[in-house]
Protein backbone atom coordinates (compact mmCIF):
# COMPACT_ATOMS: atom_id res chain seq x y z
CA UNK A 1 0.00 0.00 0.00
CA UNK A 2 0.98 3.69 -0.15
CA UNK A 3 2.12 4.14 -3.96
CA UNK A 4 2.86 7.00 -4.78
CA UNK A 5 3.56 7.60 -8.35
CA UNK A 6 4.30 10.60 -10.53
CA UNK A 7 4.50 11.28 -14.66
CA UNK A 8 6.60 11.74 -16.53
CA UNK A 9 9.47 10.12 -14.73
CA UNK A 10 11.95 12.55 -17.23
CA UNK A 11 11.43 15.07 -19.66
CA UNK A 12 13.70 17.13 -21.81
CA UNK A 13 11.85 20.82 -22.85
CA UNK A 14 13.61 23.69 -24.44
CA UNK A 15 13.57 27.14 -23.10
CA UNK A 16 10.42 29.11 -22.62
CA UNK A 17 8.33 26.01 -22.94
CA UNK A 18 6.08 24.82 -19.74
CA UNK A 19 6.10 21.11 -18.34
CA UNK A 20 3.40 19.47 -16.42
CA UNK A 21 4.20 16.86 -13.53
CA UNK A 22 1.28 14.87 -12.22
CA UNK A 23 1.51 13.17 -8.75
CA UNK A 24 -1.10 10.30 -7.76
CA UNK A 25 -1.92 8.38 -4.74
CA UNK A 26 -2.46 5.17 -6.14
CA UNK A 27 -4.12 3.51 -3.45
CA UNK A 28 -4.71 5.98 -0.67
CA UNK A 29 -6.55 9.39 -0.03
CA UNK A 30 -4.26 12.16 0.20
CA UNK A 31 -4.91 15.39 1.44
CA UNK A 32 -2.00 16.64 1.44
CA UNK A 33 0.50 16.58 -0.98
CA UNK A 34 4.27 17.94 -0.82
CA UNK A 35 6.75 18.98 -4.10
CA UNK A 36 10.18 18.96 -3.39
CA UNK A 37 13.08 19.86 -5.63
CA UNK A 38 16.59 18.44 -5.44
CA UNK A 39 19.58 19.38 -6.98
CA UNK A 40 22.30 16.80 -8.14
CA UNK A 41 23.82 16.34 -4.71
CA UNK A 42 22.11 19.00 -2.70
CA UNK A 43 19.53 17.81 0.05
CA UNK A 44 15.69 18.43 -0.17
CA UNK A 45 14.31 21.53 -0.51
CA UNK A 46 10.16 21.84 -0.38
CA UNK A 47 8.74 24.10 -2.69
CA UNK A 48 5.11 23.91 -1.68
CA UNK A 49 2.56 22.27 0.47
CA UNK A 50 -0.74 21.65 -1.24
CA UNK A 51 -3.67 20.84 0.47
CA UNK A 52 -6.62 19.14 -1.98
CA UNK A 53 -9.28 22.06 -2.47
CA UNK A 54 -7.62 24.79 -1.13
CA UNK A 55 -4.58 27.16 -2.48
CA UNK A 56 -0.58 25.81 -2.38
CA UNK A 57 1.15 26.99 0.38
CA UNK A 58 4.86 28.05 -1.18
CA UNK A 59 8.11 27.96 0.72
CA UNK A 60 9.61 31.37 0.53
CA UNK A 61 11.69 31.65 -2.51
CA UNK A 62 9.59 29.64 -4.78
CA UNK A 63 7.37 31.93 -7.32
CA UNK A 64 3.76 31.11 -7.36
CA UNK A 65 3.38 32.02 -10.73
CA UNK A 66 6.08 29.92 -11.96
CA UNK A 67 5.27 27.08 -10.48
CA UNK A 68 1.60 26.39 -10.50
CA UNK A 69 0.33 23.85 -8.38
CA UNK A 70 -3.24 22.14 -8.68
CA UNK A 71 -4.85 19.43 -6.14
CA UNK A 72 -7.95 18.90 -7.83
CA UNK A 73 -8.48 15.43 -6.04
CA UNK A 74 -7.66 13.29 -3.14
CA UNK A 75 -5.59 11.66 -5.40
CA UNK A 76 -3.98 14.26 -8.04
CA UNK A 77 -1.90 16.93 -7.51
CA UNK A 78 0.10 18.58 -10.68
CA UNK A 79 2.76 21.02 -10.56
CA UNK A 80 3.46 23.16 -13.68
CA UNK A 81 6.53 25.06 -14.82
CA UNK A 82 6.04 27.63 -16.84
CA UNK A 83 8.43 29.27 -18.77
CA UNK A 84 10.96 26.83 -18.23
CA UNK A 85 14.98 28.05 -18.08
CA UNK A 86 18.03 26.20 -17.65
CA UNK A 87 18.58 26.63 -14.07
CA UNK A 88 14.82 25.23 -13.77
CA UNK A 89 16.46 21.72 -14.52
CA UNK A 90 16.19 19.91 -11.20
CA UNK A 91 14.48 16.52 -10.11
CA UNK A 92 11.16 17.38 -8.86
CA UNK A 93 9.53 15.08 -6.63
CA UNK A 94 6.43 15.16 -4.69
CA UNK A 95 4.88 13.11 -1.63
CA UNK A 96 1.54 12.29 -0.22
CA UNK A 97 0.35 13.00 3.61
CA UNK A 98 -1.49 9.51 4.32
CA UNK A 99 -4.63 10.42 5.88
CA UNK A 100 -4.79 10.77 9.50
CA UNK A 101 -0.95 9.68 9.84
CA UNK A 102 1.79 11.64 9.55
CA UNK A 103 3.58 9.79 6.92
CA UNK A 104 5.03 10.59 3.29
CA UNK A 105 5.31 8.45 0.64
CA UNK A 106 7.35 9.67 -2.16
CA UNK A 107 6.70 9.58 -6.18
CA UNK A 108 9.81 8.26 -8.02
CA UNK A 109 10.45 12.18 -9.21
CA UNK A 110 10.72 13.38 -12.32
CA UNK A 111 14.16 14.51 -14.33
CA UNK A 112 13.49 17.55 -15.80
CA UNK A 113 16.18 19.22 -18.32
CA UNK A 114 15.50 22.59 -19.76
CA UNK A 115 17.79 22.95 -22.94
CA UNK B 1 20.72 26.84 15.42
CA UNK B 2 19.31 24.88 12.60
CA UNK B 3 15.80 23.33 13.09
CA UNK B 4 16.83 19.96 12.11
CA UNK B 5 20.92 18.79 12.01
CA UNK B 6 22.83 15.75 10.22
CA UNK B 7 26.27 15.11 9.85
CA UNK B 8 26.48 15.11 6.55
CA UNK B 9 29.23 12.23 6.78
CA UNK B 10 29.84 10.36 4.82
CA UNK B 11 30.32 7.51 7.06
CA UNK B 12 32.54 5.61 5.49
CA UNK B 13 32.52 1.65 7.19
CA UNK B 14 33.26 -1.68 6.39
CA UNK B 15 30.40 -4.47 6.16
CA UNK B 16 29.58 -5.51 8.85
CA UNK B 17 30.13 -2.67 11.57
CA UNK B 18 27.82 -1.11 13.33
CA UNK B 19 27.21 2.35 12.71
CA UNK B 20 24.77 5.04 14.12
CA UNK B 21 23.82 8.54 12.66
CA UNK B 22 22.19 11.46 15.66
CA UNK B 23 19.84 13.79 14.26
CA UNK B 24 19.14 17.05 16.82
CA UNK B 25 16.01 19.10 15.99
CA UNK B 26 15.67 22.54 17.88
CA UNK B 27 11.28 22.81 18.54
CA UNK B 28 11.15 21.19 21.59
CA UNK B 29 7.33 20.43 20.16
CA UNK B 30 7.86 18.41 17.84
CA UNK B 31 5.75 15.40 17.78
CA UNK B 32 6.76 13.07 15.57
CA UNK B 33 9.80 11.57 13.96
CA UNK B 34 10.92 9.76 10.82
CA UNK B 35 14.01 8.08 9.20
CA UNK B 36 13.78 8.13 5.06
CA UNK B 37 16.46 6.22 3.13
CA UNK B 38 17.75 8.13 -0.29
CA UNK B 39 19.35 6.53 -2.71
CA UNK B 40 21.38 8.57 -5.71
CA UNK B 41 18.98 9.52 -8.07
CA UNK B 42 16.12 8.07 -6.62
CA UNK B 43 13.04 9.00 -4.03
CA UNK B 44 13.27 8.68 -0.13
CA UNK B 45 11.52 5.88 1.18
CA UNK B 46 10.49 5.47 4.47
CA UNK B 47 12.47 3.20 6.78
CA UNK B 48 10.55 3.38 9.72
CA UNK B 49 9.12 5.68 12.38
CA UNK B 50 10.74 6.53 15.72
CA UNK B 51 8.52 5.95 19.14
CA UNK B 52 9.22 7.77 22.17
CA UNK B 53 9.93 4.42 23.66
CA UNK B 54 12.38 3.77 20.72
CA UNK B 55 11.70 0.51 17.79
CA UNK B 56 13.48 -1.84 16.38
CA UNK B 57 13.32 -3.51 12.54
CA UNK B 58 15.59 -6.48 11.79
CA UNK B 59 19.07 -4.59 11.59
CA UNK B 60 17.72 -1.03 12.05
CA UNK B 61 16.98 0.53 15.56
CA UNK B 62 15.44 4.03 15.96
CA UNK B 63 15.34 6.21 19.67
CA UNK B 64 14.14 9.67 20.40
CA UNK B 65 16.10 11.24 23.38
CA UNK B 66 13.10 14.42 24.14
CA UNK B 67 15.65 15.48 26.93
CA UNK B 68 18.72 16.37 24.41
CA UNK B 69 15.96 16.81 21.14
CA UNK B 70 18.08 14.33 18.88
CA UNK B 71 16.70 11.01 17.34
CA UNK B 72 19.33 8.44 15.98
CA UNK B 73 19.40 5.11 13.80
CA UNK B 74 21.38 2.64 14.79
CA UNK B 75 21.93 -0.15 11.89
CA UNK B 76 24.04 -3.72 12.97
CA UNK B 77 25.40 -5.59 11.06
CA UNK B 78 26.11 -3.30 7.59
CA UNK B 79 25.57 -4.49 4.28
CA UNK B 80 26.65 -2.97 1.26
CA UNK B 81 23.16 -2.38 -0.02
CA UNK B 82 22.86 0.13 3.07
CA UNK B 83 25.07 2.71 1.12
CA UNK B 84 22.49 5.46 1.11
CA UNK B 85 21.51 8.95 2.47
CA UNK B 86 19.44 8.95 5.38
CA UNK B 87 17.47 11.47 5.87
CA UNK B 88 15.24 12.70 9.33
CA UNK B 89 12.11 13.67 9.69
CA UNK B 90 10.65 16.00 12.67
CA UNK B 91 6.84 16.90 12.82
CA UNK B 92 5.93 19.84 14.62
CA UNK B 93 2.53 21.56 15.04
CA UNK B 94 -0.77 20.26 14.81
CA UNK B 95 -3.26 21.59 12.45
CA UNK B 96 -0.76 23.75 10.53
CA UNK B 97 1.52 21.03 10.56
CA UNK B 98 5.13 21.46 9.11
CA UNK B 99 7.52 18.74 7.87
CA UNK B 100 11.40 19.63 7.85
CA UNK B 101 13.66 17.28 6.69
CA UNK B 102 17.55 16.72 7.75
CA UNK B 103 20.12 17.33 5.26
CA UNK B 104 21.22 13.74 5.22
CA UNK B 105 23.88 11.74 6.73
CA UNK B 106 25.41 9.35 3.81
CA UNK B 107 26.65 6.05 4.75
CA UNK B 108 29.45 4.37 2.23
CA UNK B 109 29.52 0.58 3.30
CA UNK B 110 32.57 -1.30 1.94
CA UNK B 111 33.61 -4.53 1.43
Known amino acids: GAVVSQHPSWVICKSGTSVKIECRSLDFQATTMFWYRQFPKQSLMLMAT?????????EQGVEKDKFLINHASLTLSTLTVTSAHPEDSSFYIC???????????FGPGTRLTVT | RKEVEQDPGPFNVPEGATVAFNCTYSNSASQSFFWYRQDCRKEPKLLMS???SGNEDGRFTAQLNRASQYISLLIRDSKLSDSATYLCVVITGGQGFSFIFGKGTRLLVKP
Open chain 1, 95 to 105: SARVKSSYEQY
Open chain 1, 50 to 58: SNEGSKATY
Open chain 2, 50 to 52: VYS
